[in-house]
C-alpha cells in the first residue's frame, strides 16, 4: 500500500514537473509579437503607439503573461492635409475606442469609434488626436486583452470647393452640390429652380437641386453663399421629351381646398437629417402605367401633365414605403383618397396617393420596404417624388443614379 502511494506521489510529481515545464516553455514562446500587429491609421499614415497596457493568455486562465509600457509624451507629426478630410480607419482587432480630438483655438471634441469621423472642420491650423483602442472581445477569451494609446498633430489646409454633381441635367432629375474644405458659415443657393435643402457632412454640406418637369431649358445662374465664400454656379437644363398620355376625364369630386390645406404646408417644413440610405423603392410591384412627365390628353386636348408615377395596383395590394423617414401625413382627402406623405430629410419627401386604407399614423417612423397601407379602386395609386414643392422623376432615385445618391456616404 504505501509503495502504491509512493508511485502515486511520483506521477503526479512528475505531471506536474511536465505541466509546470510545457507552462514555462509556452510562457517563454509568447512574446511581443503575440500582440495585435496592425496598425491605427489616420489620413491613410499608420499611428504608433505612444502607450500600451496588454494581457496574453498563455495556458487558458491558468497563466498569462503581461506587457506595459506607460503612455508618454511622444507626439507623431503627420504633417499637413491639403486635399481631403483625413479619416480614422480601426483595425480588426480593435472591439472599442476612445476618440479625442483638439481644434486650434483649445475646442476638444470626445468620440467613439462609431463617430470618430463625424467631425466637422470648421477652421484650419493645427490639430492634435489623441486615440486608445481596446482588444476586449467577449467571444475570443484566449485572444490578448489590452489597449494601445497614440497622439499626433497634423495641420488642415482645406481650401472651399464647389462641385455639382453633373453640370447639365435633364428636366425630371436631381443635381447634388457638394461643399468641402474649411467653412466659416452655412450655404444657401439663390436658384429660380425650386428651394435647395442642405444636410451637414465630415466634409463640408451637400445641397440637392430639383429639375422639375417643365425647368426652362437653357443655362441657370445659381449663387452660392456659405460666410465669406461667394461663387457663381451655372446649370444647364436640357429639355426631355415627354410623351403624350390618353385618360379619362376627372369626375369634379371637390377636395382642392382641403388637398392646399393639408398637403402644401408639407412644401416648406421638414426634417434636416438626411434619412435614405441606397436607391429608393418602388411602391407597389404594379406595372407602371404612367410615367412622370407623360401629356395627358383627354378627348384630344391636354389636360395636365404626370408629376409622378401612376401604377396600375391592384385592389388591396400593400403599399410600401419608398425609403425610410418619417410619416408627415397620414390620412384621407377628397381628391386623392388615402394619403401618405414620407419625409426622408433634407427637403426631400414621397407623396403616396389613392390608397384604400392607410395603415400608419402621422409622427411614425418607418423603413424602406414598410406596408404603409393598401391600393383601391375609387383612385389611380400615384407616387410623388419632390424636393420642397417641386416634382421629380421618382424612376431615377429607384435605379440610384439620382443625385440623390451622390457622395451619400459623407
Known amino acids: 500500500m504505501r509503495r502504491l502511494l509512493l508511485w502515486l506521489v511520483m506521477v503526479v510529481g512528475m505531471v506536474a514537473l511536465i505541466l509546470a515545464g510545457a507552462a514555462a516553455y509556452l510562457y517563454s514562446r509568447t512574446g511581443e509579437d503575440s500582440l495585435p500587429q496592425e496598425p491605427v491609421t489616420f ?13 496574453v493568455p498563455v495556458l487558458g486562465d491558468v497563466l498569462s503573461k503581461s506587457y506595459h509600457n506607460p503612455t508618454n509624451l511622444t507626439i507623431q507629426q503627420l504633417g499637413t492635409f ?6 480614422l480607419v480601426l483595425p480588426a482587432w480593435a472591439t472599442r475606442a476612445e476618440i479625442t480630438l483638439t481644434a486650434p483655438d483649445g475646442t476638444i471634441w470626445a468620440a467613439d469609434a462609431e463617430t470618430c469621423n463625424t467631425y466637422t472642420y470648421a477652421q484650419n491650423g493645427e490639430y492634435e488626436i489623441a486615440v486608445t483602442a481596446y482588444s476586449q472581445p467577449a467571444d475570443s477569451p484566449g485572444s490578448p486583452q489590452g489597449w494601445y494609446a497614440y497622439r499626433a498633430n497634423y495641420t488642415m489646409q482645406l481650401a472651399p470647393s464647389v462641385t455639382l454633381s453633373a453640370e447639365r441635367a435633364a428636366q425630371g432629375s436631381i443635381v447634388a452640390i457638394r461643399l468641402a474644405g474649411i467653412l466659416d458659415g452655412e450655404p444657401s443657393l439663390e436658384t429660380d429652380l425650386g428651394p435647395v435643402w442642405f444636410r451637414k457632412t465630415a466634409n463640408g454640406y451637400i445641397g440637392y437641386i430639383p429639375v422639375t418637369y417643365n425647368a426652362e431649358s437653357g443655362d441657370h445662374a445659381m449663387m452660392l453663399t456659405c460666410g465669406t465664400l461667394t461663387q457663381e454656379l451655372t446649370l444647364t437644363v436640357s429639355k426631355t421629351e415627354y410623351g403624350n398620355i390618353a385618360v379619362e376625364a376627372e369626375e369634379e369630386s371637390g377636395g382642392a381646398e382641403e388637398f392646399r ?11 434636416a437629417e438626411k434619412r435614405w440610405s441606397g436607391p429608393f423603392q418602388a411602391p407597389s410591384t404594379a406595372a407602371v ?20 408615377l401612376t401604377y396600375g395596383a391592384a385592389p388591396g395590394e400593400s403599399v410600401t414605403a419608398p425609403q425610410s423617414g418619417t410619416v408627415a401625413y397620414a390620412g384621407t382627402l377628397a381628391l386623392t383618397g388615402g394619403t401618405v406623405v414620407i419625409d426622408h430629410g433634407c427637403g426631400v419627401k414621397s407623396y403616396l396617393f389613392g390608397l384604400q386604407d392607410v395603415t400608419v399614423a402621422q409622427g411614425q417612423a418607418v423603413t424602406v420596404g414598410d ?7 375609387a383612385h389611380d395609386l400615384i407616387y410623388e417624388l419632390r424636393i420642397g414643392n417641386k416634382s421629380v422623376d421618382p424612376e431615377a432615385a429607384i435605379q440610384g443614379r439620382s443625385g440623390l445618391q451622390y457622395h451619400e456616404s459623407e
Open 43 to 55: 489620413g491613410e499614415q499608420a499611428l504608433e503607439p505612444n502607450g500600451w497596457d496588454w494581457t
Open 82 to 87: 491639403s486635399d481631403g478630410v483625413p479619416q
Open 261 to 271: 390645406n393639408a398637403i402644401w404646408p408639407l412644401y416648406t417644413t421638414g426634417e
Open 289 to 308: 402605367t404612367c410615367d412622370y412627365g407623360l401629356v395627358q390628353m383627354v378627348d384630344g386636348q391636354r389636360s395636365g401633365q404626370a408629376t409622378g
Open 371 to 377: 406596408a404603409v397601407g393598401t391600393a383601391g379602386e
